[in-house]
């Protein structure tokens, strides 16, 4: 395992995140523990997780793990979210005050712990002030329930405008980002890197392997079946077969990841999961998995790093498909500037 810092503080984390998403839905408690056991003992310390994930078994989960491990607390970086619904109250929902203060005290339940290291936004909420936000998250901070704030699925106004806020109000500054990032989705590249390299914010990639289609047990025009994610459900979120199947870029991508693949005698999702971990501004790459044997074969590619070719190759595959303007090549030149007599 190798380690950074989480985005520009001096809290070092493993370049992998376990993502816990899966417990307590697709994970049994039993398989749940033992991930985090093999996590753990390969050297990884950041864990993520997020009360809506199980309606709060996830965290409950990890929580009686913890129990069960005098002393591993203070060997993890955890991490939780809150915003969205955990009741049918008009109040149970959103980056209110209100209704972080009960979230947050609520995730610190589940999981048994005084304080959790990064408290995180779910996503933006258009009916709440990220003022409010970013006072409840300093007042947090100060009361040793939190340790550093983060936000997920911001757009790059709405971060800018965020780490700005914090900066110039004196209050904890956003550390972290987490996006959906990967060779299918890279279009954070467009603002969202950009903004995160210049506040000294840590990308925190979730579905690096794209919804399983990175480790290509997918098949061009065929139907997935069996016991995946899309072949329970091929219509599932994001990631659904029929809209991805569709576009030729997608096996663009993965004919170039095995290739890349190949060449290396690694499995395709190692290659993809080694190219999300070295993309700029990347803290940790949060891992998702049904299985123990899925953990084994992402925490695999921790160590692995691409050459400048194979990069090469499958950022050419992978180019986000983009208009002229403002993100194509013309709008880019009416941005740009160089001194005269410049190379």
Not at 161 to 166: G, Q, Y
Not at 231 to 243: S, T
Not at 256 to 281: F, H, I, K, N, Y
Not at 301 to 323: G, I, M, Y
Request: aromatic share 8%; net charge negative.
């Amino acid at each position: 395992m190798e380690y950074r810092t989480l985005g520009s503080t001096g809290t070092v984390v493993s370049t992998q995140c376990l993502g816990t998403m899966t417990f307590g839905n697709e994970s049994s408690e039993e398989v749940s523990w033992a991930q985090l056991d093999r996590f753990v003992e390969l050297g990884g310390n950041f864990v993520d997780t997020a009360d809506v994930y199980s309606r709060g078994v996830s965290e409950e989960i990890i929580g009686r793990w913890l129990a069960a491990r005098p002393g591993m607390r203070d060997r993890l970086v955890i991490a939780t979210k809150g915003r969205f619904p955990m009741g049918e109250g008009p109040n149970d929902a959103g980056l209110t005050r209100t209704h972080l203060t009960r979230a947050l005290d609520a995730s610190l339940r589940r999981l048994g712990v005084e304080s959790v290291d990064l408290y995180q936004a779910h996503a933006w909420d258009p009916l709440t002030p990220i003022e409010e936000t970013l006072g409840f998250f300093d007042d947090a901070v100060r009361a040793g329930k939190i340790r550093y704030p983060g936000v997920s699925n911001f757009l790059g106004w709405q971060l800018q405008k965020a780490s700005l806020l914090a900066r110039f109000r004196g209050l904890a500054p956003v550390v972290t980002l987490q996006p959906q990032y990967n060779l299918l989705v890279r279009d954070i590249e467009f603002e969202l890197v950009d903004v995160c390299r210049n506040e000294g914010i840590g990308i925190l990639p979730w579905s690096p392997l794209a919804g399983g289609w990175l480790t290509g047990k997918y098949r061009r025009d065929q139907d997935p079946t069996g016991a995946t994610r899309l072949g329970e459900d091929p219509g599932r979120g994001m990631e659904a077969y029929a809209a991805r199947n569709a576009q030729e870029r997608t096996w663009q991508v993965i004919d170039a990841l095995r290739e890349v693949a190949e060449g290396r005698g690694v499995p395709l999702s190692q290659v993809a999961l080694a190219w999300v971990a070295d993309r700029p501004a990347v803290t940790s790459v949060i891992l998702g998995a049904r299985t123990l044997e899925q953990l084994d074969d992402n925490l695999a590619a921790a160590e692995l790093h691409l050459s400048e070719k194979e990069t090469e190759r499958l950022d050419e595959a992978s180019a986000p498909v983009v208009s002229v303007y403002p993100y194509g090549v013309p709008g880019v030149q009416q941005r740009s500037r160089t001194l005269p007599g410049s190379a």
